[in-house]
């Protein structure tokens, strides 16, 4: 196991909180980049992936490009242009909402279903790394602290 000094070449740090902020922005980095690496076969960015996953919870149900930018991981990302590129791909559509000719309703297809399936085998196999490295029981400690570091 290599320490978060060993990984950036940096012997101290000012505070143990300096060290968990610099250590949770590398190892969000690492997971991201790892993530990445699943999806790129399948064309996928991992902020599609994200939308992609959103749709498939919702169950057939559609949903608003601000309930997808509330939903969203990386709130940072354009949800229309994620959305554009997602339908010019076949795996999603806009539709005009029948209540409110204003709004767009955004569904995933067949096609869509199917390869949000494929990514989540794909990202699957980084997650069953994961627990190789931790216990369930470590698991379940850092995702507390996590949601405690957020207040």
Request: glycine content about 4%; proline content about 3%.
């Amino acid at each position: 196991m290599q320490s978060i000094e060993e990984a950036i070449q940096q012997a101290n740090f000012k505070s143990p909180a300096h060290r968990v902020q610099v250590n949770v922005i590398f190892t969000g980095a690492w997971i991201n980049h790892r993530t990445v690496r699943e999806l790129k076969p399948l064309g996928l960015s991992l902020q599609q992936f994200n939308i992609l996953r959103i749709l498939r919870g919702r169950a057939g149900k559609p949903a608003t490009i601000k309930l997808l930018t509330e939903r969203m991981i990386d709130k940072m990302s354009n949800a229309s242009r994620l959305v554009d590129k997602l339908k010019d791909k076949g795996l999603v559509e806009r539709q005009e909402c029948p209540a409110d000719r204003r709004r767009v309703d955004i569904v995933i297809t067949p096609k869509g279903d199917d390869m949000v399936a494929r990514a989540s085998t794909f990202v699957d196999n980084f997650t069953r790394e994961i627990e190789e490295n931790l216990s369930m029981e470590e698991a379940i400690t850092l995702s507390h602290l996590l949601d405690k570091l957020r207040g």
